[in-house]
């Protein structure tokens, strides 16, 4: 009995064995294909540079973030963990990697969709040119149709053939763009299962109809009767324009939309590194000035990794600069996020240099107070761009091809008036300082040098952002 349980027992280790070999050789397999995937998007964001810089940033970006959280290295890793029979460690392992997998691959595909997007805005900017050419014939004949004499209207006949075909030509290439009906003569009326399926298409067809009804008027000289089918195909067409607007602004808020929650993760990820930032630098000021302070030694290996950790929220701040700047609307945020980078600086080189004290401090709490406006205002955003595209078919939303601003102005003007306020009282901040300074017999002003140039190119760039606002608003 005892030797069958043994065999058993041996058996049972030998199946484990042989499974934890198959995992360990899946994980090798895994990263070996991980390893070429970033071969290959690196390949790939060298050779579309040229073609498409935006899919190129994309990816190089998806690649920067693989490389910063050691993506390859890690599955690696795991190899040597699973050959250790460490399945525990492993699970842990491999979840933490499938969600920063998931990640890379959520940027990955944001890649696509922006490509497609953009694609569908092109196409459907082209499709409103066209429509506006139509537009102006038909507007142009109808004119020449009420002024010229009932004996002179058949050459118009041929205008109006003309400017059908050409309205027909678009509906085609906007039903294989949605994927409506097929190809033919649509000025006739279709049956009811061929009716096309999408507002564009079925304005549209209407439209081609009252042409080919303008056309017979013309035709018999019935010049009254042609006038009214030209003045019900012209409504028609705009209808088709509206329609066409209104899938212009969706695409619109949905690249909108898209950025802003880009952004609210950015600034939820600043803000929270930063807290913890001023939470430590407020511990070790505590521990400095205890009863039993930290030797220097100690101090200067934990300023320093404060310092690291400020760096990354830095590295942060620079890359939501550029996606802001690519918007090009939101000016007050740019420069309030340039106002906190500069803060983050100046906390950072104070950490690498052990100064931890209460300047430190209040550098930091106004790095923290510039974040948490800066994230106020895009969750206000995107409030507000939810509520336009719950309300896209309403009257109010109705026309005009503007495109909303990332940020509405009234979010601009309350972030100016924070960014002024924070420019003065750095100014009286650094004004006692100097005073303290300068009563000392080796006053060494040159530490103020950078701060004060850089208070007086924010004071600058907030007087310009008020002004182009306020052209904005005029014009």
Not at 221 to 246: F, G, N, P, Y
Not at 247 to 266: D, G, N, P, S, V
Request: charged content about 35%.
């Amino acid at each position: 009995m005892y030797r069958c349980f043994a065999l058993l027992g041996l058996l049972f280790a030998f199946a484990l064995s042989l499974q934890a070999q198959e995992l360990t050789d899946k994980q090798r397999m895994l990263a070996g294909r991980y390893a070429q995937l970033e071969q290959i998007l690196f390949r790939l964001a060298e050779t579309s540079g040229n073609n498409n810089p935006k899919q190129a940033t994309l990816l190089k970006k998806a690649l920067l973030e693989s490389k910063d959280k050691l993506l390859a290295q890690r599955l690696e890793t795991l190899v040597s963990v699973l050959e250790r029979r460490q399945l525990s460690d492993a699970v842990a392992g491999q979840s933490e990697i499938e969600q920063d997998l998931l990640l890379i691959l959520q940027l990955l595909e944001s890649v696509n969709r922006e490509e497609k997007r953009e694609q569908e805005k092109e196409a459907v900017k082209e499709f409103l040119k066209d429509l506006e050419e139509i537009l102006h014939r038909e507007r142009t004949l109808k004119n020449q149709t009420q002024q010229w004499e009932t004996q002179n209207l058949p050459p118009l006949e041929t205008m109006q053939r003309d400017i059908r075909l050409q309205a027909q030509t678009l509906r085609e290439r906007i039903a294989e763009h949605e994927g409506g009906v097929e190809a033919g003569d649509s000025s006739q009326e279709s049956e009811e299962g061929n009716q096309p399926q999408t507002p564009t298409q079925r304005a549209l067809l209407r439209a081609l109809g009252r042409m080919k009804q303008a056309e017979q008027k013309l035709q018999n000289a019935e010049k009254e009767e042609a006038v009214e089918e030209q003045e019900e195909a012209i409504a028609e067409l705009h209808r088709v324009k509206e329609e066409l607007e209104k899938i212009l602004r969706q695409l619109r808020e949905e690249e909108l939309m898209q950025t802003l929650e880009k952004l609210e993760a950015r600034f939820k990820r600043m803000l929270q590194q930063e807290q913890t930032i001023r939470s430590q630098t407020e511990k070790l000021l505590l521990e400095i000035s205890g009863e039993l302070p930290l030797d220097a030694r100690q101090t200067k290996i934990r300023a320093d990794r404060l310092a690291v950790e400020q760096q990354s929220v830095i590295e942060d701040a620079e890359s939501t600069l550029l996606l802001l700047r690519e918007d090009g609307t939101a000016q007050a945020m740019v420069e309030s996020l340039l106002q906190a980078r500069f803060d983050m600086t100046d906390v950072k080189q104070r950490l690498e240099q052990t100064s931890v004290d209460a300047t430190t401090l209040f550098v930091e709490d106004a790095v923290i107070d510039a974040l948490q406006e800066m994230l106020e205002a895009i969750q206000i955003a995107i409030a507000e761009a939810r509520e336009r595209q719950e309300n896209a078919g309403s009257p109010q939303q109705q026309g005009g091809e503007q495109e909303e601003p990332l940020i509405q102005l009234l979010a601009e003007l309350r972030m100016i008036r924070s960014m002024q306020r924070r420019v003065n009282e750095r100014t009286a901040r650094y004004d006692a300082e100097i005073k303290r300074v300068l009563e000392q017999p080796d006053a060494d002003l040159s530490p103020f040098k950078r701060a004060v140039e850089e208070l007086a190119r924010q004071q600058n760039r907030i007087s310009r952002i008020l002004h182009e606002l306020k052209i904005g608003k005029t014009n």
